[in-house]
């Protein structure tokens, strides 16, 4: 079962959000209701989130991210839909249980997480622990493994404007790890950091997240972020999510121009990999000819070199050294090339593009069905 599963869910700002919920089931778009004052902030948006997946929600400014994140966890109600967590619909929770799964089951980590001042690292660190009434001792035993864990070993005592920026987020994260909550909810958590620091915090989530196995719903409007945390991506335009799918299937099948357009720049020879578009071997394939044997998860840029030396396609395996697929010279040319048609700000195609024009649900139906979900940690 999912551990957390969205089911077409709105929420609408505004007078008389249950009749824009209706205008919007029967096609209208967030520009009319818009002219009555209105803002359709998400639309009809699906999606499930399996234990211990990285689920990306990406998307430009407005396009309604941190709207969906906070029906999640309960701090916004639906206009319609449901959020069920572990089988248990939020939506139906009175105001007192559902402010117990947040304490103790889900933790947020925001984009600028707001420490106490005058109190130490440490303290930041277990203040969700405080919250729930746990022990001192506890308390502090749980947050310094979580320090530690989020790399500030060695600062419990310090007090937060003693601290970088990036140090600062850390101890974000740390509060958040110290609750055992194992559903995290991350909305822009990075954003506000160096380039640098911002991709050692997201190597730190991944190794993290091999360990500890949460479920996470991470929010960014950088693409190359979604792309190397995801698990799984959906990507949000005006309110509705208009492709959900492995990096691959996005920068493989973006679902219409927008997304392909948003793909575009993307260094795909580092996201795909080999699993994702390998052949079959034909008839008369002889593995001993390959010029090299990779696995499903080799990323592509590392087939250049082996294709480059030999007539044969490269080789790829499982785990157990079977023989999965082959990837012809022709094949790795033509993949970076896609998608071809694509041009930057252009408007979806309507009749060829699955899920262009409609609401997010084709869309999505045709993002799960394509590919594997790559382990991405
Ligand atoms: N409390 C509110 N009242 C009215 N409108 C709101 C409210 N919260 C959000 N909105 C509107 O809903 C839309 C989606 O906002 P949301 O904050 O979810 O976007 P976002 O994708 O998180 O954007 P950003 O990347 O800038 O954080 C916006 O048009 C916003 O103005
Ligand atoms: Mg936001």
Redesign the pocket.
């Known amino acids: 079962m999912s551990r957390l599963q969205a089911e077409r869910l709105y929420k609408v700002?505004?007078r008389r959000p249950d009749d824009a919920v209706e205008k919007l089931r029967h096609g209208a778009d967030r520009e009319e209701l818009r002219a009555d004052g209105t803002?359709a902030?998400?639309i009809d948006a699906s999606f499930e989130v399996e234990p211990g997946q990285i689920f990306v929600v990406m998307?430009?400014?407005?396009?309604?991210?941190?709207?969906?994140l906070r029906m999640l966890n309960g701090l916004s109600e639906p206009t319609a839909g449901h959020v069920r967590f572990d089988g248990q619909d939020l939506t139906e929770l009175s105001a007192r249980e559902m402010r117990e799964v947040r304490s103790k089951k889900i933790s947020m980590v925001f984009q600028h997480f707001a420490l106490f001042p005058h109190r130490s690292v440490l303290e930041n660190a277990g203040y969700g622990l405080e919250v729930q009434g746990v022990p001192r001792a506890e308390r502090e035993k749980r947050a310094t493994e979580a320090l530690e864990l989020a790399g500030l070993k060695g600062w419990e005592k310090s007090w937060p404007d003693e601290l970088s920026g990036g140090m600062q987020q850390r101890v974000g994260l740390a509060r958040a790890l110290a609750t055992d909550a194992d559903l995290l909810l991350m909305?822009?958590s990075f954003s506000a950091l160096d380039p640098l620091i911002r991709r050692d915090m997201q190597d730190q989530l991944l190794v993290l997240q091999k360990r500890l196995k949460k479920t996470i719903v991470f929010?960014t409007?950088d693409l190359n972020e979604a792309m190397r945390l995801g698990d799984q991506i959906a990507v949000?335009r005006d309110?509705r999510i208009v492709q959900i799918g492995t990096s691959e299937d996005i920068l493989v099948t973006p679902a219409n121009e927008y997304v392909a357009s948003f793909t575009q720049d993307v260094d795909r020879s580092r996201v795909l990999t080999a699993g994702a578009i390998m052949a079959d071997p034909e008839d008369g394939f002889v593995r001993a000819d390959a010029p090299a044997t990779v696995t499903e998860d080799t990323p592509i840029i590392e087939l250049f070199t082996p294709c480059s030396t030999s007539e044969a396609p490269v080789a790829v395996t499982d785990g157990d050294g079977t023989l999965v697929g082959v990837v012809p010279r022709s094949r790795l040319l033509a993949v970076l090339g896609e998608p071809m048609e694509s041009e930057p700000g252009s408007e979806p195609r309507d009749a060829d593009a699955p899920g262009a024009d409609t609401a997010g649900e084709s869309a999505q139906d045709g993002g799960k069905s394509v590919g594997k979900v790559s382990s991405g940690a």
């Not at 998307?59 to 941190?66: A, D, H, R, V, W």
């Open positions: 700002f505004g803002t902030a998400v998307g430009l400014s407005g396009s309604g991210k941190s709207t969906l909305d822009e929010i409007h949000m309110g």
